[in-house]
């Protein structure tokens, strides 16, 4: 999805927002794409709709690095059919959709600036990314599908991953923090 007033001489970020386990990218558009694109308008969208499994619910699950080898051949294509801001590729996604963007951060730093998690947790083990990479991640206390315990595991792997110290500032809205001394980048 282009914005409304795109022109070919400008650079534009890239945003692709990964869907939940049995979601589709129709959702994730139905659903004003996260509620991102209100507030992030001139960008260019991109929303991919996972394969299904055995059960015919579609998701990220990278099996063989296909996932990842789908982002990749979407980026090659988004970058050589429209003026792109190769420093401001960025993913977010929610629940399943998550996993895939912490998938991104941890395989595809050197092309993804930034990560946004929703309810999301690692399913990559060896996440040992050549680079730091901006990291914003939400999860409710509630939430009995993605633990709290699951997603601080992903938290801390970046927190690690960036030399972020332990200790955090306040941020708003609370009770967001950011974590202090983080890698500059």
């Not at 022109?7 to 589709?24: I, R």
Request: aromatic content about 12%; overall charge negative; some cysteine.
């Amino acid at each position: 999805l282009l914005p409304s007033n795109y022109n070919a001489s400008q650079a534009y970020p890239v945003v692709f927002e990964f869907h939940y386990l049995g979601g589709s990218a129709e959702a994730v558009f139905s659903d004003n794409m996260y509620n991102v694109r209100p507030n992030f308008a001139n960008a260019i969208y991109v929303i991919p709709q996972g394969l299904p499994d055995s059960n015919n619910q579609r998701g990220w699950p990278n099996t063989n690095n296909q996932d990842i080898d789908f982002t990749q051949a979407m980026v090659s294509t988004i970058e050589s059919s429209y003026c792109v801001d190769q420093s401001r590729i960025f993913s977010m996604g929610f629940s399943y959709g998550g996993m895939m963007s912490i998938t991104i951060g941890c395989l595809l730093p050197n092309v993804f600036r930034a990560i946004g998690v929703e309810s999301g947790f690692s399913i990559v083990y060896n996440c040992n990314p050549s680079h730091e990479i901006a990291v914003w991640q939400t999860q409710g206390d509630q939430d009995t599908t993605v633990t709290p315990t699951n997603a601080q595991a992903a938290r801390d792997t970046f927190v690690k991953l960036n030399h972020c110290s332990s200790t955090t500032q306040a941020v708003n809205p609370s009770p967001c923090v950011a974590y202090d001394n983080c890698d500059t980048g």
